[in-house]
């Protein structure tokens, strides 16, 4: 996958065929000459005289033409640096989990190639991010894949044949002994339908062969049946063929979604939507518990949320209400690449 074009271009302020603006030294060199040249012409061609010492009205006058000076270069030279101060609080203001935020070029000559190289600036880290982060995922899925397998292969064909061993030991046991001999084998199938769970959330078969729709039927249900929260869904179905990463994404996004409501919403619903429109996929998880009030660090999940929607070129949205809380994903139908 070849790395995303950049997200959105920054509007210049000006049309093509005017003249270069001038420099910052120079508009600010201009307003102050400006200003001295109009204080000069004043004092030459007004009938003001000053003694010594300054008189009253003389200094009162002398006070108030400083103020309107300071007050008119104060207004012009903040026009100047306004441009600047826009870059600054973009500086402060800027996330690579929320692309496409530009700022506008306006202002001199260097303030614009200042705006301008900032902007391909942020073309560049967020390409690298996509780029770094899709690796990044790629290598967690893969080890989740390569660990269900070993847990369904090799573990649970263990734990499978640790109780057909006890089945045959038990058939040669005093009738006092086989309640603990039922008990084990109790214990062994409650353990193996746990490791087969853990398997199905690491690497959902389901998502390989039935697609999208079906893994969230599959994990609403099973999700439901463990916590006692009521869970209900509307899936488009067929959906349109989609790029396994955005299948993936959408798949992740809304187990954390669910695991969130379990651990700390206190919910007792939650409905889950999943549409599409146009070339967009939209993905819906809204719960009626009292949203993030009760997480003490809510940036891990829904940071790792937002990472796994930009790498797909989607949105991530997180919205408290007093009915709960939804979070929603808008992806493309197919990864950007």
Do not use: K
């Not at 826009?86 to 996330?95: K, L, Y």
């Amino acid at each position: 996958m070849s790395e995303a074009a950049p997200a959105s271009r920054p509007v210049t302020g000006g049309a093509r065929g005017r003249l270069p603006a001038l420099s910052l030294f120079w508009q600010v060199f201009l307003i102050n000459a400006v200003l001295l040249v109009a204080a000069a012409a004043t004092l030459a061609l007004t009938p003001v005289t000053i003694n010594s010492p300054v008189s009253e009205p003389q200094a009162i006058g002398i006070c108030v033409g400083l103020v309107a000076m300071l007050v008119v270069d104060y207004l012009l030279l903040r026009r100047s640096f306004r441009p600047l101060e826009s870059v600054s609080a973009s500086m402060r203001e800027a996330d690579l989990l929320r692309p496409g935020r530009r700022v506008p070029e306006m202002g001199s000559s260097e303030v614009a190639t200042v705006v301008r190289s900032y902007n391909r600036m942020l073309d560049r880290l967020e390409a690298e991010r996509r780029e770094s982060g899709r690796r990044a995922i790629e290598a967690q899925e893969g080890e989740r894949a390569r660990i269900a397998t070993e847990l369904h292969d090799e573990v649970g064909q263990s734990l499978t044949g640790i109780l057909l061993m006890l089945e045959r030991l038990q058939q040669g046991v005093e009738a006092e002994q086989r309640q603990a001999f039922e008990g084990a084998q109790a214990s062994v199938r409650d353990t193996l339908e746990e490791v087969r769970r853990i398997a199905q959330e690491l690497r959902p078969g389901a998502l390989d062969h039935l697609g999208l729709a079906s893994a969230l039927r599959t994990l609403l249900r099973g999700f439901s049946e463990r916590t006692g929260i009521e869970a209900e869904w509307q899936l488009d179905e067929p959906l349109p063929a989609l790029d396994p990463d955005v299948e993936v994404a959408c798949y992740r996004i809304a187990q954390e979604s669910l695991t969130n409501v379990a651990r700390h919403s206190g919910a007792t619903r939650v409905n889950v939507r999943l549409v599409h429109s146009g070339r967009d996929l939209l993905l819906t998880v809204g719960d009626n518990g009292h949203g993030m009030s009760g997480i003490s660090h809510p940036g891990g999940g829904i940071r790792g949320m937002r990472e796994r929607a930009v790498i797909i070129g989607g949105e991530l949205l997180v919205a408290e209400s007093e009915d709960g809380l939804t979070v929603q994903l808008r992806a493309p139908l197919s990864a950007e690449a």
